[in-house]
């Protein structure tokens, strides 16, 4: 059976260009040729010239030194794996327009062209048993492909189904439990909580006897966490979603970044899969709900998570929005700002409901 290759990226290669380190590339395979620098008959330096380089024309140059038959026998020692693609998608001149319908990938070419993932097939093995380095995987996810379907991520039709979420699953889910969250605050800024927090089917008379000024103290935490919502927004997309550089060149790591985000950014027009199953958002926001009642009494963190958990509904109605819905002025402008991201420039325009926290931090990206 032939030895699986690992494919790396240009940038892979060119990384490695010391004494210490020292990979070249020919006829699309890449050679680790460090051991072989003191063997080399020519001298470690005559190679290291060309460290991180393709040696192919320099090898079969008569006028440098043309090598043997044999020389090419030894060069397969040393190979380590094959390089990948390097065509990209210029994207500067990217303009997203209204009825923004990208063609259809050819899975068939795609997977043949660039050895990645084939979307004929369940990715998520794919993922597990990926023969590619971190650097190939963050350059293919990045170049966002299209289906007319969704693609699968799980062979069994069980699992299947949790990765997929139509958009208003998100404020029927939540949207109860916001509202309980948000009396809770009301209640428990006024005294004990009534029967019915606990029970809905008993009747909500109760609310009358809450005071105006326990309704302005749950108002005022509502707003904080619309605020906050905001701020959290923009970290967790940059600094979770988008953790590419502190990302460990493992499998294990690379298939948690591409369920967690890169498989947005490589099917970014995928229905299903726009916005979080319930189960990641549970997952997601357990740290912070506690951290609130961590920090403030039950009434003032339940009003703080009831104002962030509405403006999560919002985030991921719109953020469905703006990749599929026809959208009035504001939200046309957040359209192509949002799939400016995706299309022209993934390292900037993180905020998806505004751009203020782009603009504070100076990650703005103009389109």
């Known amino acids: 059976m032939s030895k699986r290759l690992r494919v790396y990226s240009s940038e892979d290669v060119q990384s490695r260009n010391t004494q210490s380190s020292c990979w070249v590339t020919r006829a699309g395979k890449v050679y680790d040729v460090t051991a072989f620098l003191k063997d080399h ?17 320099i090898m079969r140059n008569p006028e440098q030194h043309e090598h ?47 050895q990645f ?12 048993q990926a023969n590619f380095s971190k650097s190939y995987y963050l350059k293919q996810v990045h170049q966002p492909r299209h289906l007319p379907e969704p693609a699968r991520l799980f062979g069994p039709d069980i699992l299947e189904i949790c990765t997929r979420t139509v958009w208003y699953v998100v404020p029927i889910f939540w949207g109860p439990i916001t509202a309980n969250l948000f009396l809770r605050s009301a209640f428990q800024f006024t005294g004990p909580l009534p029967p019915f927090i606990s029970d809905p089917s008993l009747p909500l008379h109760s609310l009358s006897a809450i005071p105006t ?37 493992k499998p294990v790591f690379l298939t948690l970044h591409f369920l967690m985000h890169g498989i947005h950014h490589y099917l970014p027009m995928d229905r299903l899969r726009l916005v979080m199953p319930p189960i990641l958002f549970a997952v997601l926001q357990t740290p ?4 609130a009642h961590a920090l403030f009494s039950p009434a003032v963190a339940n009003g703080i998570i009831a104002g962030a958990f509405t403006f999560y509904i ?18 046309r402008e957040m359209k192509k700002y949002h799939l400016a991201h995706h299309y022209k420039n993934f390292e900037l325009g993180f905020g998806v409901t505004s751009k203020i926290w782009d603009y504070i931090f100076n990650t703005v990206l103009l389109v």
């Open 41 to 57: 008959p020519g001298g470690e330096d005559y190679i290291l010239q060309h460290a991180g380089q393709d040696v192919e024309e």
């Open 68 to 114: 043997s038959s044999s020389a090419y026998d030894v060069m397969e020692e040393y190979v380590v794996g094959r390089l990948g693609t390097d065509e990209t998608v210029v994207r500067d001149d990217w303009e997203a327009t209204e009825d923004f319908h990208p063609d259809n990938t050819d899975s068939e070419r795609d997977y043949e062209k660039n």
């Open 117 to 128: 993932l084939d979307l004929r097939k369940p990715l998520f093995m794919q993922m597990w």
């Open 213 to 249: 000024d326990s309704w302005v103290k749950t108002m005022l935490c509502f707003f904080l966490g619309n605020f906050m919502w905001t701020l959290l927004e923009y970290t967790l997309h940059r600094l979770l979603f988008h953790i590419d550089d502190l990302l460990p060149d």
């Open 288 to 291: 912070f709900t506690l951290l």
């Open 314 to 331: 919002l985030y991921d109605c719109m953020h469905y929005a703006l990749h599929h819905t026809r959208l009035p002025a504001y939200m």
